[in-house]
């Protein structure tokens, strides 16, 4: 597609994590207004990966991973007939935007589409790179709080590790950032989050007694490791290390 030619178009606000919604100018769409999940799975997952063309057995597999007996054919021109409905509120004529080309569904290449998890991967690749451009220690916090900002999951589909192992290793990097200005205050409030999102993660509670402890909230701290041993032992008859 010309440039020129997609400027003359709306562009299209994606977000998928914390929730899933499609925004034109002032109109949206949002997964919260409908409870039937299957379209919703199938749109998303054609938005995310809006790169490539997806076969009609590659979306089956998604979908009705746990209905091996649908009938596959007549079901997935259903539901795509059901997510392009969802479209309409967006004012842009939904076979433009859930296209089907030799035989394959994709995303649509004419309109631009802007989403939240390629500019989470972009903040995590920057913050991450070890040769990385942003050396200032401020600048690089500022960049690690606006990608924890950005994340809260919640997936339909199962890219999610991918982006999760991201989210993992950016809270590791900020907690290095936040422990050498020691403001453990900060740490606190981030590893809470995150042993929310990762229960299991064992460095996230680590962190997390340990800022408690330096902050001065000592009986919090005793009752934070209670908990997480408690935790480990019950969910997998061990203690953490």
């Known amino acids: 597609m010309n440039a020129s030619v997609m400027e003359d178009k709306p562009t299209i606000y994606i977000k998928t994590l914390g929730g899933f919604s499609l925004r034109v100018g002032d109109k949206e769409i949002t997964d919260h207004s409908n409870q039937s999940k299957k379209p919703w799975c199938l749109l998303e997952y054609l938005v995310v990966f809006q790169k490539k ?23 997935l021109k259903t539901l795509m007939f059901r997510s392009r409905k969802l479209l309409e509120p967006l004012g842009i004529p939904p076979q433009k935007l859930l296209v089907q080309q030799r035989g394959s569904y994709c995303w649509t290449q004419d309109y631009l589409s802007v989403l939240d998890i390629d500019q989470f991967e972009s903040v995590c690749n920057q913050v991450l790179s070890s040769g990385g451009a942003v050396k200032d220690p401020d600048q ?23 982006y999760h192992s991201l989210y993992q290793k950016l809270v590791y990097k900020t907690v290095e950032l936040l422990t050498k200005k020691e403001d453990f205050s900060r740490i606190t409030s981030i590893c809470q989050t995150a042993v929310g999102i990762e229960p299991f993660d064992e460095e996230f509670h680590y962190h997390l007694v340990y800022s408690l402890y330096r902050d001065g909230h000592t009986s919090q701290a005793i009752e934070e490791y209670n908990h997480t041993l408690d935790l480990f032992y019950n969910e997998f008859s061990i203690s953490p290390s």
């Open 53 to 75: 063309s997806i076969s009609p057995g590659e979306l089956i597999n998604i979908v009705w991973a746990d209905d091996p007996g649908v009938n596959p054919g007549g079901a």
């Open 140 to 162: 690089l916090l500022a960049m690690c709080m606006k990608g924890l900002d950005l994340y809260n999951e919640s997936w339909v589909i199962p890219i999610s590790t991918y």
